[in-house]
């Protein structure tokens, strides 16, 4: 049999397996680059012709039989990046001299449209007058939205705006110092196939503010308060109501504990099996 790990599969007489990590791209295929419109075709056309889709979560499964019309789609979550835990080198990052021990919001992933990056800063906006000392950090790589969201901080008044900061791309040492020095994650996205900063979150012992869209609710559980993704006061009162949660409290640690919880339902030994089993199911259906 052949797996095609990244949405293609070649044409092959052998039974075939195809991943499928989120449906984005068929969602808005205007927003998509060319060559991941070339991507998307070659993947509806191995389904039509027989490919199994392998998909990170339940909600994309759901998602690609909007666009497809094969029921051969199987759900097997991932499990936990494997830089979740400590490491040998978790120096603080150069952000940290800005911060000064301010309490932060953290924004973690590519400042891609999907991340829903301005709502956060909106959202900030709203709570930072009742917070004064607190900072929105907006960790990762530029994307597709990097001019939008460069245009909701410009909106926001001068004394909060200078609260916000972006770092770019930051290593796994920095990012296991944001994580554990975060007071909550924002993570408010239009749409995600699955979502490792959320059990990133979990495992650094850090409360979420996330939206309702996608495999959000399905991958953090209970272990994220939720709001629509273009709900910006209740995701500013959640974010608000974690900032006025201290350390030791009971509302935080209830939160933290629930991420424990959440994140001991994924393990790469079970994705392992699953898909193992999957590809024995699919060779002996063949043979």
């Known amino acids: ?135 929105l950090v907006i960790a990762g790589r530029d994307g597709d939205d990097a001019a939008t969201v460069a245009t909701a901080i410009a909106a926001l008044r001068p004394e909060v705006r200078s609260r916000v900061i972006r770092t770019g791309p930051v290593s796994g040492s920095s990012k296991r110092w944001l994580l554990a020095n975060a007071a909550v994650l924002g993570y408010v996205s239009l749409d995600e196939g699955f979502g490792f900063p959320l059990l990133e979150a979990n495992a650094a012992g850090l409360p979420i503010v996330a939206s309702t869209a996608g495999s959000i609710p399905e991958v953090a559980g209970s272990s994220a308060l939720y709001a629509a993704p273009g709900a910006v006061d209740a995701i500013a009162a959640h974010l608000y109501g974690m900032l006025d949660a201290p350390a030791g409290s009971s509302r935080r640690e209830l939160m933290i504990e629930a991420g424990r919880r959440n994140l001991e339902r994924f393990t790469w030994d079970d994705t392992v099996a699953n898909t193992v089993a999957l590809y024995r199911r699919l060779v002996e259906q063949s043979s």
């Open 1 to 135: 049999m052949v797996h095609g790990t990244n949405y293609v599969v070649p044409p092959t007489t052998a039974p075939r397996v195809v991943s499928v990590y989120d449906c984005w791209f068929l969602d808005h295929p205007a927003s998509a680059h060319r060559d991941v419109r070339l991507a998307s075709a070659a993947l509806l056309r191995a389904l039509s012709d027989g490919a199994t889709a392998l998909t990170s979560s339940q909600a994309t499964a759901d998602r690609l039989r909007d666009h497809s019309d094969t029921d051969r789609i199987e759900v097997v979550h991932l499990g936990p990046p494997l830089d979740v835990g400590a490491g040998d080198d978790d120096r603080a990052p150069a952000v940290a001299t800005r911060l000064e021990g301010a309490p932060f919001i953290l924004a973690l992933g590519t400042v891609e449209r999907r991340k829903n990056v301005p709502t956060l800063v909106r959202a900030f906006g709203r709570l930072a007058a009742e917070h004064p000392d607190a900072h």
